[in-house]
């Protein structure tokens, strides 16, 4: 079992940057592959971006990359997600979540593949 905290989501200014953390408690950090989701208004949950548990591995979503970098600290227990020229379709509640499942692209990129959730923190961009 892991419990995830995210922090970090606010209100910015079109353009501008955030970086969100997803701290974990529980079982040994580095087990885990982490990714991160969202969910904008009236929309379903979608695929941000994801890191191994070596942090090596790194995938991103088409529409964050360039943007956005995931990256994980193993010894604070934390991954961060850094977005960078925000726009106003990148509001949305932002989750992370941890995998026990192998690192790859296609199974880090499904939301089955993450039994475990934080509460979500949300991210507003105004125009």
């Known amino acids: 079992q892991v419990q995830l905290v995210e922090s970090g989501g606010g209100l910015v200014q079109a353009g501008g940057s955030l970086r969100l953390s997803c701290a974990a408690s529980g079982r040994t950090f580095s087990s885990y592959a982490m990714g991160w989701f969202r969910q904008g208004p009236g929309t379903e949950r979608e695929f941000v971006a994801a890191?191994?548990?070596?942090?090596?591995?790194?995938y991103y979503a088409d529409s964050v990359k360039g943007r956005f970098t995931i990256s994980r600290d193993n010894a604070k227990n934390t991954v961060y997600l850094q977005m960078n020229s925000l726009k106003a379709d990148d509001t949305a509640v932002y989750y992370c979540a941890a995998s026990w499942g192998p690192s790859t692209a296609q199974s880090l990129g499904i939301m089955t593949s993450y039994p475990y959730w934080g509460q979500g923190t949300q991210v507003t961009v105004s125009s």
């Open positions: 890191i191994s548990r070596s942090g090596a591995g790194l």
